[in-house]
Structures are given as C-alpha cells and as structure tokens.
C-alpha cells in the first residue's frame, strides 16, 4: 500500500519553523500545506483532507501530522506495512493515549479516540469523512478539531481506529502550542 503524508504546518509561528525543517529532512516526499495566519484547526484539517482528496490520488492513504511531531526514520515504509497489517480500511491513529494504550497486550487496539498529531486516512474514508463534516452545522464544527472531528465521524459509521501501541508519532512539547 502506497501512503502520501501531508504536514500542517503553523507557518505563523516562528518556533515551529525548526520543526517543520526536522520533519522534512525527516519524510521529504511530505506535502506541507502551510497557515499563514493563526486558524482554528477545523479550517486547516478540512483543507488537508481536500488536498488530500484532490492532489494524492496515487496514494491509499494519507498520513496527516501535525508540524510540531517527532517521527521515526523511515516513517512512510513502517506506515505502510502498518497499512498492509491492518489491510488499510480504517483509520489508524500514530499517537495512542489514554488507559487503553497503557494496557494493551498487543501492538494495535481499536478505539474511536483519535488525536491530532498523527493519523493515516485511507483514500476511500477521504470523500466520506469530508461530506460529513460539511453535513454538520457550522455551530458545531467551527468549534471542533479535526480528531474530534474525525472521532464523531468513526463513532457515526461504527468504524473505530486502529491506534498502534507503542505510538510511532511522538507530540514535540518543547515548542510553543497554536
């Protein structure tokens, strides 16, 4: 299985230029899809999944990571054969939290928790995820972020994630939040 991986980069911010810059040495096939402005995560996750949709159809899977992330080498053939172990049909999740990743007794658990560090959609979960979140009324989306509102979306479907135990993505906590 083929994955593309986009990272959402807050241009804006000076301190996550030095991680952007570890990123792309990092996956230097990534596509950075840049906000020049402060914005809330709703607006620039719909307008990576579009990007996603539109401009990586030779990808099964997109992996989304946030720019402020630590990824492991080789991070685009480990989420593929992460892929093929879970034969691509639901979304995987990269950075597990939570008591159920603390107890697994296994490398994957299946959860509707999703955080936005990183994830991986697959091609045919794009179209569907995005109808149902411009579906939603604007009240209720403007006001969630893209893993909640990726998570209502998998709640909705009854298709929960697989979330990878230990995580593969790790949440950069030195630099500075958007």
């Given at each position: 299985?083929k ?8 241009e ?56 402020d ?25 990269l ?9 697994a ?6 959860s ?37 509102q ?29």
């Amino acid at each position: 299985m083929k994955v593309a991986t986009i990272i959402c980069h807050a241009e804006w911010l000076p301190a996550r230029h030095a991680t952007l810059a570890r990123l792309r040495r990092q996956v230097p096939t990534a596509h950075v899809l840049a906000s020049r402005r402060r914005e809330h995560a709703c607006i620039w996750s719909h307008r990576s999944w579009e990007y996603a949709e539109r401009e990586l159809a030779h990808a099964d899977a997109v992996a989304i990571l946030n720019d402020d992330t630590i990824v492991p080498p080789n991070f685009e053939r480990i989420v593929e054969a992460m892929l093929e172990a879970t034969h691509g049909e639901r979304i995987l999740s990269l950075h597990a939290i939570g008591n159920e990743a603390a107890t697994a007794k296994g490398p994957w658990i299946r959860s509707y928790l999703l955080t936005g560090p990183g994830f991986v959609i697959p091609r045919a979960k794009l179209r569907p995820l995005l109808d149902y979140v411009a579906a939603l009324p604007w009240a209720f989306r403007s006001r969630q972020n893209e893993d909640n509102q990726a998570m209502s979306f998998m709640w909705e479907n009854q298709d929960p994630a697989w979330i990878a135990v230990p995580a593969i993505v790790q949440h950069d906590t030195t630099v500075p939040s958007s």
